[in-house]
């Protein structure tokens, strides 16, 4: 049973543009929502996240925008550069174990 | 550079044989994760840590097991190896027993053959 659901799978998005990545989980006991940032050939690294008590938190060009009716919640990068080229998870927590989404693969053009 | 350090980074071995993966925390951390990362599965959580106990297990198989030692390293042993468990694995670090924010080490490619 997946968890969390991520979409889309990959994503080619213009430099300057509006990458976003969404994510669904399923179960409501999950009190805590990161982002990881994972380049080729290296771990995850966390990017940011979200607790269920704020519909959005930003940082720089990242946004977390969190909807808890919904259970979804969602990755917006701003001003997309290259180097943002990388995978990201979405992920869910309950007392620490970290259920992950599948992934994107994000390429942003130049 | 999360402070996590695994070893060995790539590793070739056959179907049946045994390895073990080590893993070192970033210096005060407590808690050690394992996770493994496949193309078709994602990251997967193994088992988790807490200054030498076990804390909470995942999809972690029978034949896999770890443990924490008193330096706080970890190691994880897998045996009986199948084609299938080629993959990447992940070990992680955090301060905490119950804290979202894991460091991830480099992982140890794994490859069955």
């Known amino acids: 049973q997946q968890q969390v659901k991520q979409s889309p799978q990959s994503l080619i998005v213009q430099k300057g543009g509006i990458s976003i990545i969404n994510c669904a989980y399923e179960n409501t006991a999950f009190d805590y929502f990161p982002w990881y940032q994972q380049f080729p050939g290296k771990g995850p690294a966390l990017l940011i996240a979200i607790r269920p008590d704020v519909s959005e938190k930003k940082e720089g060009r990242f946004t977390i925008s969190f909807n808890k009716s919904a259970k979804q919640f969602s990755l917006h990068i701003m001003d997309s550069q290259p180097g943002d080229s990388a995978t990201y998870f979405c992920a869910a927590s309950k007392t620490s174990t970290l259920t992950f989404g599948k992934g994107t693969m994000l390429l942003v053009s130049p | 550079d999360s402070g996590v350090t695994q070893t060995p980074k790539h590793l070739i071995t056959a179907t049946g044989q045994r390895v073990t993966l080590r893993c070192s925390p970033r210096?005060?951390?407590?808690?050690v994760y394992w996770y493994q990362q496949s193309l078709d599965q994602g990251l997967q959580f193994l088992i988790q840590y807490y200054n030498g106990e076990e804390r909470a297990k995942g999809n972690i198989l029978e034949r896999f097991s770890a443990q924490q030692f008193p330096d706080l390293h970890s190691e994880l042993n897998l045996s009986s190896l199948e084609l299938g468990d080629s993959a990447l694995y992940f070990c992680?670090?955090?301060?905490?027993?119950?804290?979202?924010?894991?460091?991830f080490g480099e992982g140890s490619r794994l490859t069955v053959l």
């Open positions: 210096s005060g951390d407590l808690s």
């Open positions: 992680a670090s955090s301060a905490q027993a119950v804290d979202g924010e894991l460091f």
